[in-house]
């Protein structure tokens, strides 16, 4: 007797996805492809970072070998026929990945490679290099490649949402949301260019305060705007997670940006009880947070094509039976057909990630993929996860359905439960009562010949 759970969700045989959408799924070199000593493959910053300090590392580990991809490639590329994937790895392509988290989160963290802390210059100055590195790599290909090869190019981009704890810190909610997706997106897909207004006269203002004779937000020049503006063939989007935001109280610490809260903004970010966490700490469950970025970035930047380029969830089990995951992947995806519903142009979904990986200081202790990786193993055996059987049903139906194959030793169709979850009270100032727990499975009895 095997012992499953209920998975408590609204949607069984839903609504249907547009023809023409495309669903992926995301790794990314270091974290996978191993071969740190073949051929002419140089050092990179976490080379130096996890040999130098394997203290920060939650295993000591680092990506020598990884998944090995580099040599078992051909397993990847099975693994991502056996899911029925749109797309892996070419043709779509970003520039830069999360520059949030290289420039915001690192140095004011100081936790992540190279490891410096310095965040009171350093986050506006990698912000606007990382622009101009973009823009001109954009720039290359569509001039010289893009007719022959086409290709998309954009920058993939990494905001937390962002909501006031209560409706009084609304318009600091806006500022939050201008701080993170603004500063990386306004640049390019604005009819102006250049920062967003109500970042600049911050910073102008905050600097002034602070005693400094010009910004800490670098200026743009009349030609970097023009280089900057436009960059791009549809919006990237990375989204995991969202913060409610509130002022600091008196001796309270911000914390770092973007998840945890703003010294600039002397703002903390914090998530309620009520929404349910992950095994990653920093990502907690909030569904609507992505219909809800979807909708303040169409209603900045007006009808642009977005591609979802990573969303997921460290899932509390190593094992095959990952229902957490399913429960993450399945809400938000439910929540980007409901925005697909309003109008917005959402061209595919990408899951984070194909298969564990080295998950940056989470080490291989954190697993994010729909197929787990025997990391003790040397030929580095792929197995699918039930996600991975959930992910490839919603491929092939295009329906998000809670019905599909599961394997023991052998293979039984099982059904994944539903329940209808309805909130009692959405005040902002006090937590919404549900009438069921999403995370509180109770046991099914299955028996698995």
């Known amino acids: 007797m095997i012992f499953f759970a209920i998975v408590v969700f609204r949607v069984v045989n839903g609504e249907a996805f547009p023809d023409g959408f495309k669903f992926g ?30 203290e920060f590392i939650a295993d000591r580990a680092t990506g020598d070998v990884a998944c090995d991809s580099y040599h078992l490639w051909m397993k990847d590329i099975d693994i991502a026929e056996q899911l029925g994937l749109d797309f892996y790895r070419v043709r779509t392509w970003v520039t830069i990945n999360e520059p949030l988290l290289v420039c915001d989160y690192i140095y004011t963290s100081g936790t992540l490679a190279p490891g410096i802390l310095e965040p009171t210059f350093a986050p506006y100055l990698c912000n606007k290099y990382v622009l101009l ?13 893009k007719r022959r090869y086409q290709g998309k190019l954009s920058i993939a981009i990494n905001p937390v949402w962002i909501e006031p704890s209560t409706p009084q810190f609304k318009d600091l909610a806006e500022l939050g949301q201008q701080f993170g997706a603004g500063r990386y997106s306004y640049p390019i897909y604005s009819k102006t260019g250049g920062w967003p207004p109500s970042v600049e006269k911050y910073m102008k203002n905050l600097s002034k305060k602070e005693g400094y004779s010009k910004s800490r937000l670098p200026e743009f020049t009349h030609e970097e705007i023009k280089l900057i503006r436009g960059t791009y063939d549809y919006y990237a989007l990375n989204h995991y997670t969202s913060r409610l935001i509130r002022p600091t109280k008196p001796g309270e610490t911000a914390g770092a940006w973007n998840f945890y809260g703003s010294t600039d903004l002397d703002a903390v970010l914090e998530s309620p009880p009520w929404w349910p966490p992950t095994a990653a700490t920093e990502v907690v469950m909030y569904p609507k947070g992505i219909r809800k970025q979807l909708e303040w970035l169409q209603q900045q930047y007006g009808n642009i094509s977005f591609l979802i380029t990573e969303n997921g969830c460290a899932s509390g089990t190593k094992g095959q039976y990952d229902f957490d995951r399913i429960i993450f992947i399945g809400s938000y995806l439910k929540e980007i057909l409901n925005a697909i519903r309003k109008g917005i142009k959402v061209e595919g979904y990408t899951a984070w990630s194909l298969m564990d990986n080295f998950e940056w200081l989470g080490g291989y202790r954190t697993s994010y993929g729909l197929y787990k990786v025997d990391f003790e193993n040397p030929m580095r055996k792929r197995t699918p996860r039930n996600s991975a059987r959930f992910y490839a049903d919603v491929i092939k139906t295009r329906r998000i359905n809670f019905i599909f194959n599961a394997t023991q030793s052998n293979r039984k169709d099982f059904i994944f439960k539903h329940k209808i979850m309805k909130p009692i009270n959405q005040s902002l100032s006090n937590p919404p009562l549900y009438n069921i727990d999403l995370f509180n499975f109770k046991p099914l009895n299955i028996t698995l010949d």
């Open 25 to 54: 799924a995301a790794t990314s070199a270091y974290q996978i492809e191993g071969a740190r000593s073949v051929s002419d493959n140089g050092v990179n910053i976490w080379d130096t970072y996890t040999h130098n300090h394997p």
């Open 133 to 145: 590195a973009h823009a001109k790599a954009w720039r290359i290909y569509d001039n010289e490649y």
